[in-house]
């Protein structure tokens, strides 16, 4: 156990322990250890750590303050939250923390890029235990996450929906739910809840699906998993109702849960997904942490990768590459240019240093002089940190003149070819040839195509007769001095084309074919004859350099066992020399009793049909077919369709079933010999297939036949036969790839929303039906108007019109492509009108917005708006002209007027209004009197008149005429007075 002493005491002692290898000291959880109460951390190679606090709770440790060291939240019984990593740095960062059956969260929840510790205030008033979260560079002053509703724990933060930000897992104080917090509101994260708030652990993506999970202690005891998607899964039983977590604790890359065991004392244990669980053991025994306070995980943290010291110098005219890396490599990548350059990689250095700073040095001795630079591009840690520092060094290597590898070789017609190196190009040159012929050369009889060292330089001694030859290099200038070392090489000039040693021999099990040539060929045939007859050329075979020549080699399987005899007919050589030598030589290839080419293939009528070869005949065998049937056949099964090596056996199978099967040959033997192997092979029937017909598309909202960005689209397909799977290209909606469900019989459907703004035009759903051995029908549905886009509309320039003026009002503009215009509405202030052109005259003196709401045939609707400015009508008003009528009667009489304004429209057959007028407007006053008469009295008001269709009428409402009613009464009892008083 490594016990952490005040403040920073202990860091020595870690980097010390971990620089011998005996520990690793990342830590990978944390808990409270049940005999000191005192926070302890676990590190990846089983040690412990002492924090020397006590807490009641442990949250997930993290790294808060970007020192690389995890810092471990907690809180005590005082209800601090606090938090301190293993150099003893303990921070304060709240107070009025919950400390039992709780859990404190970190993560990044905001998006700044930085840490916060989330956690469930702890207040002596109701309706106060609100969700907080505090940083630790602002320890102390924590903030509200939210205010409206009030939580028992905070569990941690983690991507839930699958989009681009994270939500905020948390346990409800009424509820005692896990909700999901996405900022603005909170969503049940699934069906079951934890036996208490604090018996749950932080969230994690558990299954690489980018989606996290939380797990959970239930009220039965059984750790378990809270998916996404609103679902469960239990994972294992027999676990204290206390705080969990997930660990990557087997170091097999993916996490386990730990838990706290039932029994007395909990001890620690862990659970891989699939129920498997183990005991969990720290410093050499089993570990038990205080109830209560359960476990946390740690999340990894280390120091960046880092290079220093990066150095390239000259060793003794060797470039010698050498830096420093905080971490242990991986791997390294540094380049070295220059007249010889070279790429260095992790395996040409050697790791001198295994603590503190690690170095690395490679050697590498280049042939050409000149200076050279090297570049540190990049590099990776075992821990997969990695950085690109792209540091550079240089140094330079000079060497004094030197020509080295001579080397003399035979030529095509006699000739010898030579070739040497040097260090310099060269001024002069004397190299003489000696033997069969005698000649001295110089640099005129050589060329180099090199502009830096090592320069190599080519020439030809053109030769005419066959024999030994001793080439010496005598001596050689440059600018950097002179070079007198004799160099000598030795060559054998044979003019005549040669071949020897043709060999045939058993290669355990194949043919092997060689022979020896001295010049290289561009032809040759080997003519094989046995069980099976064969003819190699040239490309069969491999060539290697010999003493002598080349070699030529190459091996095959035959297809049978038996004598086999081979003839070396012809080659030729690449000058063209031919020659038939003719050499014999056999082999017996006798492998033994084998099988192979196990075969099975479907038949037109839908039988299986299989087979195999083998080297002998077969008295019995076992094959096992699984798949959509299954069946054991053996010899029985089969015929005998070649009798002599290779023998040939084949049978039909007749299943009925659609399927991928699969046939493995178990056994098979001759009486006397045996094959174990197992040899296999696959095929598919698909006799059945799918049919897809009747694909349609309808409008699920409102069955008008057009939608709309709001509305929805049912998709519907028969399909029969083998159906595996019913899907619909729905992209033309925005739903994209959209899977059809089974309703009834051969049906299949689904209903998808519009997903389309800005889109008009005629669409169609192309569904798609698949069985399950890749079978494809399709089928395109009839098409519907997609009309996403709203009309058109323009109701031109502001108006100014006085007190009681007649204005009318049109569009400039409306109109629709796609589906048409259905509808228009005037908002004209006072009233309202649903005319394509309206009539209106204003009565008060004022500013009024004017607005036009058109809707097109799918609903979609555009709004257009002008000014009117109404101003005080200085002329004087018309008189009414009014008509008396009398009529005499024997009783009293109650007449009763009635304002109205006519309006008629005029539709044409395309929907549009072709006309709108107000008419005229009638007022008739009421009263009763003691005379025997009635007297109506009609009062045509000043008002603009239009022309109208005198069958279409309809009623306006006396209240859109403020006060007309009054007047009309007052002079219709003048009337009815005057009247009287004639009598």
Request: proline share 3%; net charge negative; charged share 20%.
């Amino acid at each position: 156990m490594l016990v952490v002493a005040p403040i920073a005491t202990s860091i020595a002692a870690q980097s010390a322990a971990a620089a011998t290898g005996d520990t690793d000291p990342v830590v990978k959880f944390a808990y409270v250890d049940s005999s000191s109460g005192n926070v302890t951390l676990a590190t990846a190679s089983g040690d412990t750590i002492d924090m020397g606090v006590s807490a009641e709770i442990v949250g997930r440790a993290a790294n808060l303050d970007d020192d690389y060291y995890v810092e471990v939240p907690y809180v005590n019984e005082n209800n601090e939250l606090r938090a301190i990593d293993r150099t003893g740095e303990d921070v304060l960062l709240a107070d009025q923390a919950k400390k039992s059956k709780t859990k404190v969260a970190v993560g990044d929840f905001d998006g700044d890029g930085t840490n916060s510790v989330y956690y469930a205030r702890e207040t002596s008033t109701s309706g106060g235990d609100f969700l907080m979260r505090v940083n630790y560079s602002s320890a102390g002053s924590p903030q509200f996450v939210t205010d409206d509703f009030e939580v028992e724990a905070a569990v941690g933060v983690g991507n839930f929906s699958a989009d681009a930000g994270d939500e905020l897992a948390l346990v409800g104080q009424a509820s005692g739910q896990v909700m999901v917090w996405d900022g603005s509101s909170s969503t049940r994260l699934s069906d079951k809840n934890p036996s208490n708030p604090g018996a749950i652990g932080a969230p994690r993506d558990f299954d690489g699906d980018g989606t996290a999970s939380v797990p959970i202690v239930d009220g039965s005891g059984n750790v378990r998993l809270l998916y996404a998607n609103g679902t469960s899964e239990s994972i294992h039983a027999g676990a204290k109702k206390d705080p969990i977590a997930a660990v990557d604790w087997a170091g097999d890359a993916t996490p386990e849960l730990l838990y706290l065991q039932s029994n007395s004392p909990a001890n620690l244990a862990y659970t891989y997904l699939n129920g498997t669980a183990d005991t969990v053991t720290l410093d050499g025994s089993e570990v038990n942490p205080a109830l209560g306070a359960g476990v946390a995980a740690a999340a990894d943290t280390d120091e960046p990768l880092e290079f220093s010291n990066f150095s390239v110098t000259n060793e003794s005219n060797s470039l010698r590459v050498s830096f420093d890396a905080t971490e242990d490599l991986q791997s390294v990548s540094v380049t070295v240019s220059g007249p010889d350059g070279t790429d260095l990689s992790l395996s040409d250095f050697d790791e001198v240093s295994l603590s503190g700073d690690y170095t690395y040095v490679a050697n590498y001795t280049p042939v050409a002089d000149g200076t050279y630079e090297g570049t540190l591009e990049s590099g990776t840690a075992m821990d997969g940190d990695a950085a690109s520092p792209g540091v550079t060094d240089s140094a330079t290597i000079d060497r004094m003149f030197d020509v080295t590898n001579l080397n003399a070789t035979a030529a095509p017609g006699q000739d010898v070819n030579v070739s040497f190196e040097a260090t310099d190009a060269l001024d002069s040159l004397t190299l003489t040839v000696d033997g069969a012929e005698n000649a001295t050369l110089d640099l005129d009889n050589f060329s180099t195509s090199d502009s830096s060292a090592p320069y190599v330089y080519n020439g030809t001694y053109d030769g005419s007769s066959d024999g030994n030859y001793t080439v010496t290099f005598d001596s050689a200038t440059s600018p950097e001095g002179t070079d007198d070392d004799d160099l000598v090489d030795e060559v054998t000039i044979d003019q005549v084309f040669r071949t020897w040693n043709f060999t045939l021999a058993n290669e355990s099990g194949k043919l092997g074919v060689s022979f020896e040539a001295d010049e290289r060929l561009s032809a040759t045939t080997v003519d094989i004859t046995g069980p099976s007859n064969r003819t190699l050329g040239v490309d069969d075979f491999s060539v290697s350099d010999t003493d002598d020549g080349y070699r030529y080699g190459t091996a095959y399987v035959p297809d049978a066992n038996g004598e086999y005899n081979g003839t070396l007919a012809s080659a030729t050589s690449l000058d063209g020399q031919e020659t038939s030598p003719g050499y014999e030589d056999n082999a017996t290839i006798d492998r033994g009793f084998t099988v192979w080419n196990l075969t099975l293939n479907t038949t037109a009528d839908g039988d299986l049909r299989f087979g195999f070869n083998s080297t002998a005949g077969v008295e019995s065998a076992s094959l096992g077919l699984s798949g959509a049937e299954n069946e054991t056949l053996d010899r029985s099964d089969l015929d005998e369709i070649s009798s002599s090596d290779p023998y040939r056996y084949e049978g039909t199978h007749a299943v009925a079933t659609d399927g991928n099967y699969t046939l493995a040959l178990d056994s098979a033997s001759t009486g006397v010999n045996t094959f174990d192997g197992t040899l296999t092979a696959n095929a598919t029937r698909n006799q059945t297939g799918v049919a897809l017909v009747n694909a349609t598309l309808r409008d699920a909202t409102n069955a008008d036949g057009i939608v709309n960005a709001s509305d929805a689209v049912t998709i519907t397909a028969n399909a029969t036969g083998d159906v595996g799977s019913v899907t619909a290209d729905a992209s033309a909606f925005g739903a994209g790839t959209v899977e059809l469900t089974h309703a009834s019989g051969d049906t299949y459907t689904a209903t998808v929303g519009v997903d389309a703004d800005d889109t008009a035009g005629n669409e169609t759903a192309t569904v798609t039906a698949r069985d399950g051995q890749g079978a494809v029908a399709t089928d395109t549905s009839g098409d519907i108007l997609l009309d996403a886009v709203a009309p058109t509309v323009a109701v031109g320039a502001n108006r100014t019109v006085d007190v009681g003026e007649s204005v009318t009002f049109a569009p400039d503009t409306a109109s629709d492509d796609a589906s048409g215009v259905a509808d228009y509405t005037w908002n004209l202030g006072p009233a309202v009108a649903d005319n394509r052109t309206t009539t209106y005259a204003y009565e008060t003196a004022g500013t009024y917005t004017v607005s036009l709401a058109v809707t097109d045939d799918a609903g979609n609707t555009e709004t257009a708006a002008l000014t009117v400015t109404v101003t005080a009508d200085t002329t004087t008003d018309t008189p009414t002209e009014t008509t008396t009528t009398e009529t005499a009667t024997d009783e009293s009489t109650t007449t009763t007027a009635t304002a109205t304004t006519t309006t008629t429209t005029v539709t044409t057959t395309d929907g549009a209004p072709a006309a709108t007028a107000d008419d005229t407007t009638t007022t008739t006053a009421a009263t009763t009197t003691a005379a025997t008469a009635t007297t109506t009295t009609t009062t045509a008001a000043a008002t603009s008149t239009t022309d109208t269709d005198p069958n279409a009428t309809s009623t306006e409402s006396t209240a859109s005429v403020p006060g007309f009613g009054v007047v009309v009464a007052v002079l219709a009892l003048l009337g009815v007075a005057l009247l009287a008083r004639r009598d």
